[in-house]
């Protein structure tokens, strides 16, 4: 399926903003969802709504199959070694923080150290920052090259034997960088630390392979991917998990309760007490069979080209500023910018007059806009249902953003 034929199972495409057709260019927020994932969130909620795992009726037992056959769904996408490995969590923020809270109050000790990057979305700074101050570790930043990628010698230079966790995103959600994980997760082994990995702008976009990448931990979101919003996946080694203690106790993860000791069920369900968001795992299992279908290759080339095209046009502007590699096989499907002194708001606030929708502002990544010494950009991302003829409309907003700003000042 080429774009065109795809946007057709997207049915919010399908309207005007502001007397404009709505062209949508705000992905690496939270992607537009087919009709095939609607479609199965009806199903469930209409014809088998039901808690998971407890009853024997037949509607439970469909909600189960429904739940657990997700699961397989998600192991067989980021190809991990078992459905063990597989913990549904409301998103990659509660999966980190998950890692953090449990591998980490265990592992982690006064004189150790966590290793980050300066182009890190907060949902992984944050919790790394609240780890080291709890246990006296150190929060170390590896360097950025000038065109905000990662070298591996900086890399080695950065991590030592008193370095616990690794904590890198694949891809920046502000530069597009996409970073060499299976390199660095190899540094991080050869001093004993783990790799976790903030895969949410990965695995919308890109084939991924938790078992290539040697990976410990890898987290992501479905709302990024054509699924619901409030689910998403942590993928841990089955030896690591087994060690880690929940961080979450109730129903569902327990397996006997006594007065004053209880037990936990084995993985992955120790790490998902309560009700577990059940409509939100069947689609994502759904809309894994989506993106299948197109074929995760096929949309990282569709996408490649999207962000090359935006960049020649883009740089046609003037007063055009985007940052990050200009190298597009090095840089994911999305384009992030400054248009002369108008502020990004006022960039993003003309460009919806247009019916063109971007993202503007610090992209939950300020230490990366002090990095880029500016206080916010904005950002146009791309997705499979986007076109050339999308990207020649962002073209022609901000030439329209310019002449306008130009005739007020």
Known sequence: MNAKEIRKYFPILDQEVNGHPLVYLDSAATSQKPLQVIEALDKYYREYNSNVHRGVHTLGTRATDGYEGAREKVRKFINAASVEEIIFTRGTTTAINTVAASYGRANVGEGDEIVISHMEHHSNIIPWQQLAKETGATLKYVPLQEDGTISIEDMKNTVTSNTKIVSIMKVSNVLG??????????????????????????????????????????????????????????????????????????????????????????????????????????????????????????????????????????????????????????????????????????????????????????????????????????????????????????????????EYFSDVF
């Open 177 to 402: 960088t996409m970073n060499p994980i299976k390199e660095i997760a190899r540094v991080a082994h050869e001093h004993g630390a783990v790799m976790m990995v903030d895969g949410a702008q990965a695995a919308p976009h890109m084939k991924v392979d938790v078992q290539d990448l040697d990976c410990d931990f890898f987290a992501f979101s479905g709302h990024k991917m054509g699924g619901p919003t409030g689910i998403g996946v942590l993928y841990g080694k089955k030896h690591l998990l087994e060690n880690m203690e929940p961080v979450e106790f109730g129903g569902e993860m327990i397996d006997f309760v006594g007065m004053y000791e209880s037990t936990w069920k084995e993985l992955p369900w120790k790490f998902e007490g309560g009700t577990p968001i059940i409509a939100g795992a069947i689609g994502l299992g759904a809309a894994i069979d989506f993106l299948e279908e197109i074929g995760m290759d096929d949309i990282e080339k569709h996408e490649h080209h999207l962000a090359a095209y935006a960049m020649e046009k883009m740089s046609e502007v003037d007063g055009m500023v985007i940052y990050g590699t200009k190298d597009p096989a090095k840089r994911a499907g999305l384009v992030t910018f400054n248009l002369d002194d108008v502020h990004p708001h006022d960039v993003a606030t003309v460009l919806d007059a247009e019916g063109i929708a971007v993202r503007a502002g610090h992209h939950c990544a300020q230490p990366l806009m002090k990095w880029l010494k500016v206080s916010a950009t904005a950002r146009a991302s791309f997705y499979i249902y986007n076109t050339e003829e999308d990207i020649d409309k962002l073209v022609s907003g901000l030439v329209k953003t310019k």
